[in-house]
Nanobody
């Protein structure tokens, strides 16, 4: 199983970035996919979730600014991040989970928002 995240980079406050995670080795459509992030000196936090049925949930801190989506034909899950703030600076991790199948983490991609 492999989760390969990409799309991180440096962006100015107010700008946008789109993260993408490509999954292999799983029946992607059956898995709940998440984006987590970990800022320096802070605990890892859940940012956004999309279930196998397509339901989405967001952390309060990103509601209205971030959008998670999935393409089951391409085995990808994306995170569109708009109106970025300096406090969004973190390493973003793709995560997949399924009942009785366990969970998997991607390698992380760094997002840096300059103010």
């Amino acid at each position: 199983v492999q989760l390969q995240a990409s799309g991180g980079g440096l962006v100015q406050a107010g700008g946008s970035l789109r993260l993408s995670c490509a999954a292999s080795g799983i029946i992607f459509s059956a898995w709940t996919m998440n984006w987590y992030r970990q800022a320096p000196g802070k605990q890892r936090e859940l940012v956004a979730t999309i279930t196998d049925g397509g339901r989405t949930r967001y952390a309060d801190s990103v509601k209205g600014r971030f959008t998670i989506s999935r393409d089951n034909a391409k085995n990808t899950v994306d995170l569109q991040m708009n109106s970025l703030k300096s406090e969004d600076t973190a390493i973003y991790y793709c995560h997949g989970a399924r009942n009785f199948r366990g969970e998997y983490w991607g390698q992380g991609t760094l997002v840096t928002v300059s103010s």
